[in-house]
């Protein structure tokens, strides 16, 4: 809803708010909802995002975050793993994960000693769970692999696993 207009009923969008209505014509959205107990949304624009720390050769840009949000229970961001490249082996102690594979194609890695190869490409979903051994890796020459990464907790706990996994694309 655009600041400065008046909210409309529910199931009727001719209709404006009623006159009791505590937003007026020229209120301030945000003001208002929170008088009234109301928690704004909070919109990340995509010049915006938080710059995290980089897992091997994959970037993260997170969009929703304890810093950006002041979101407590989730985060949302898109990872980029250049072509010929992978992140470092890791597991995350403290939260589960979901992936979404938007383009490129790669390898997911998992398991104990990362044994596990799964071809992965656009549309395909991943979930994992804490204390799980995992490396995305680029398998492309010349497209990036962007992963949106969805989790549990507004920071996360990550282990690398120096020695594991594969090392020729860190």
Known sequence: M????FPRERGNPDRAAPPDSPLRENDDLVSVM???GYK??????????EIEIASGAM????GVSE???GSTGIHLAIATVPPGRCSTAHYHVNCESAIYVVSGEGL???GEELEVEEVIGPGD???VPPDSNHQPVNTSEGEDLVLIV???APVEIVVDLEEAGRQDCR
């Open 150 to 152: 969805a989790r549990n």
């Open 125 to 127: 979903f991943i979930y």
């Open 67 to 69: 810093a950006l949000s």
């Open 34 to 36: 929170s008088k009234n």
């Open 40 to 49: 704004p949304c909070v919109i990340t624009k995509g010049d915006n995002l």
């Open 108 to 110: 997911f890695l998992q």
């Open 2 to 5: 655009p600041f400065g207009h």
């Open 59 to 62: 970037t993260r840009l997170a």
